[in-house]
């Protein structure tokens, strides 16, 4: 049975770090994109940040850049989201999610393949 879990979020202040991890169990991620998604209340589901299943290309959203770092342990099956200077905007429920196609997962998060429960990120101001 494939199971995405996701832990790491919490409650932060502006300013704060946080560092989501996701845990792939059930199968290998090698072949696999990675990415992270979110959303916030009253809002569509975004892409936050991918990465493809050798690391070597990786895709963040502009709202997001030089704050957070993805990165991936295929030895391990994880997935991680490093989350620095956060922002009351980034509060949202936090998804991950895996896919064969890195460029379908960059475009958005539609007919992806397999998707965690997610983990809630609260930034207070």
């Known amino acids: 049975q494939v199971q995405l879990v996701e832990s790491g979020g919490g409650s932060v202040q502006a300013g704060g770090s946080l560092r989501l991890s996701c845990t792939a169990s059930?199968?290998?991620?090698?072949?696999?994109?990675m990415g992270w998604f979110r959303q916030g209340p009253g809002k569509g589901r975004e892409g936050v940040s991918c990465?493809?299943?050798?690391?070597?290309?990786?895709y963040y959203v502009d709202s997001v850049k030089g704050r957070f770092t993805i990165s991936r342990d295929n030895a391990k099956n994880t997935l991680y989201l490093q989350m620095n200077s956060l922002k009351p905007e980034d509060t949202a429920m936090y998804y991950c999610?895996?896919?064969?196609?890195?460029?379908?997962?960059?475009?958005?998060?539609?007919?992806?393949?397999?998707w965690g429960q997610g983990t809630q990120v609260t930034v207070s101001s």
């Open positions: 999610a895996v896919d064969r196609n890195y460029a379908r997962m960059v475009a958005g998060p539609f007919d992806l393949n397999y």
């Open positions: 059930g199968f290998a991620c090698d072949g696999y994109a």
């Open positions: 990465i493809s299943w050798t690391g070597y290309e990786t």
